[in-house]
């Protein structure tokens, strides 16, 4: 099925919801038939997903489970079903919590007893992104390797492709740019739109929708921002298209992030408004702490460093809240930043320091140049004895991250920042060597405050 007959899905049974709710308060009253209650939310929970309502979801399920518990049906198969239910409701409403991984262990559990792949395949998917969505990439990068051996055979060829992707993503975070390009593109290459309707009820995302939304932050790191910045314009409007609130909100994030990286500002305003208008229409708090994280960082990259560093502070909470740690530490970046501009170099410094702990403790290294890049800008405003030895050592660290992680854009960033501090200590030469062979290794993206930056630089060493 394509996106047509999704859409006369979602048309001729959008319309029974209302039907759905009465017969299952009738269900679960004390009139009712807890049975039927189990069987008919079992049988709901995709449309649910579907219809992008997620609380709804959450508790009609957490009630079916409540009666099974108190023995309403011995049906392991319907639990199954409620479990999986279970676990994507509540990690899109309550973020990667233990409940999660719960409910997707439970789901993985029954499923290896009743010898079911298909749901061993959706329990694993879960629990792959629990531990994405926690950071725990190198767990998360060994699920995708176990979905991957399950599904190589399976009957539906579109299976196998969400493999890729969560290779592709794990490797991303991992900083393995080239081999997560080479699972994501293999994914698009192959993917069919046919394929494209199952995917939703039972992996939570649509598969073109998350996996471009994965390529478009490879594509900038690796030296081609303007392609990044196409692809993910392009996948907004498809994500649009298929009207699946989690899928936008995904693809919103991250071209959210692109934007910020490339110095688009007009972009990124708009797109991160429009992730905020679908997380709290929606109650995805799982995407609002995104959003305002973003919101903090684009004012603080506009000069108002007082309204974003609160709009900061309250997404890093917020994602705190709803144990979202992933891409975490590329916004205490952004708030190291921020307080480093307005004189609050040690709290900056702090700030910085808890992003390189995390990505020290969950090896998500995807944005570790750039960290260690901008603690060495903040111990040259720091001042203190020995901060430039200290800031060069920084620099050719994140040089040295960037160059075997194929990161040509943060390669350019740690020229940059290194020929600068080479150009006032009279290493003209030195710093014009380092800087111009990175700068003519991009093929686009000239109009980029980034690229304009190291130009303007080069010429002045000239």
């Given at each position: 099925m394509g996106k047509r007959s999704r859409a006369d899905l979602l048309e001729a049974y959008g319309r029974s919801i209302d039907e759905i709710r009465t017969a299952l308060d009738w269900a679960f009253s004390t009139r009712g038939d807890a049975c039927l209650g189990v069987a008919l939310t079992a049988s709901a929970a995709p449309l649910w997903m579907e219809l992008s309502l997620m609380e709804e979801c959450r508790i009609r399920v957490e009630c079916a489970l409540s009666s099974l518990r108190l023995g309403a049906s011995a049906d392991t198969r319907r639990e199954m079903q409620l479990h999986t239910a279970l676990g994507a409701a509540l990690f899109h409403t309550r973020g990667p919590g233990p409940e999660v991984c719960a409910a997707w262990t439970d789901a993985l559990a029954i499923a290896e007893r009743l010898g079911d792949t298909e749901y061993?395949?959706?329990?694993?998917?879960?629990?792959?992104?629990?531990?994405?969505?926690?950071?725990?990439?190198?767990?998360?990068?060994?699920?995708?390797?176990?979905?991957?051996?399950?599904?190589?055979?399976?009957?539906?060829?579109?299976?196998?492709?969400?493999?890729?992707?969560?290779?592709?993503?794990?490797?991303?975070?991992?900083?393995?740019?080239?081999?997560?390009?080479?699972?994501?593109?293999?994914?698009?290459?192959?993917?069919?739109?046919?394929?494209?309707?199952?995917?939703?009820?039972?992996?939570?995302?649509?598969?073109?929708?998350?996996?471009?939304?994965?390529?478009?932050?490879?594509?900038?790191?690796?030296?081609?921002?303007?392609?990044?910045?196409?692809?993910?314009?392009?996948?907004?409007?498809?994500?649009?298209?298929?009207?699946?609130?989690?899928?936008?909100?995904?693809?919103?994030?991250?071209?959210?992030?692109?934007?910020?990286?490339?110095?688009?500002?007009?972009?990124?305003?708009?797109?991160?408004?429009?992730?905020?208008?679908?997380?709290?229409?929606?109650?995805?708090?799982?995407?609002?702490?995104?959003g305002h994280g973003y919101q903090g960082w684009l004012l603080i990259k506009r000069g108002d460093v007082a309204a974003g560093m609160r709009f900061l502070r309250t997404?890093?909470?917020?994602?705190?809240?709803?144990?979202?740690?992933?891409?975490?530490?590329?916004?205490?970046?952004?708030?190291?930043?921020?307080?480093?501009?307005?004189?609050?170099?040690?709290?900056?410094?702090?700030?910085?320091?808890?992003?390189?702990?995390?990505?020290?403790?969950?090896?998500?290294?995807?944005?570790?140049a750039e960290l260690l890049r901008v603690r060495g800008e903040l111990l040259l405003l720091q001042g203190a004895p020995g901060a430039a030895l200290a800031a060069e050592d920084h620099f050719l660290q994140a040089l040295d991250w960037a160059r075997r992680q194929g990161a040509l854009w943060w390669e350019l960033c740690s020229a940059t920042s290194l020929a600068r501090l080479w150009r006032e200590r009279r290493r003209t030469k030195q710093a014009r060597e380092l800087l111009a062979p990175v700068y003519d290794r991009f093929t686009e993206g000239f109009a980029t405050a980034g690229l304009r930056g190291a130009k303007a630089l080069i010429d002045e060493l000239s």
């Open positions: 061993r395949l959706r329990a694993l998917w879960g629990l792959w992104v629990y531990r994405i969505i926690n950071a725990e990439c190198r767990a998360a990068l060994a699920l995708g390797q176990r979905f991957c051996g399950l599904s190589a055979d399976h009957a539906d060829a579109s299976v196998p492709l969400v493999g890729d992707r969560m290779l592709g993503t794990s490797l991303f975070f991992l900083g393995d740019h080239s081999n997560a390009r080479r699972h994501i593109e293999r994914l698009l290459s192959r993917y069919s739109e046919p394929m494209r309707a199952s995917h939703v009820a039972r992996f939570q995302l649509d598969l073109p929708v998350s996996a471009r939304a994965t390529l478009a932050p490879i594509l900038w790191l690796q030296g081609f921002p303007d392609q990044a910045m196409r692809l993910a314009r392009d996948n907004v409007e498809d994500a649009r298209s298929i009207d699946h609130v989690p899928s936008m909100c995904h693809a919103l994030a991250n071209i959210g992030m692109v934007a910020l990286g490339v110095g688009d500002l007009a972009a990124a305003e708009r797109w991160v408004a429009m992730l905020l208008e679908f997380s709290a229409k929606h109650a995805l708090g799982l995407w609002q702490g995104s997404g890093l909470d917020e994602l705190r809240e709803n144990k979202f740690v992933v891409s975490r530490q590329a916004l205490l970046g952004a708030l190291a930043e921020g307080l480093a501009s307005v004189g609050q170099v040690t709290e900056g410094l702090l700030a910085i320091d808890e992003a390189l702990a995390q990505s020290g403790r969950t090896e998500e290294r995807w944005d570790i």
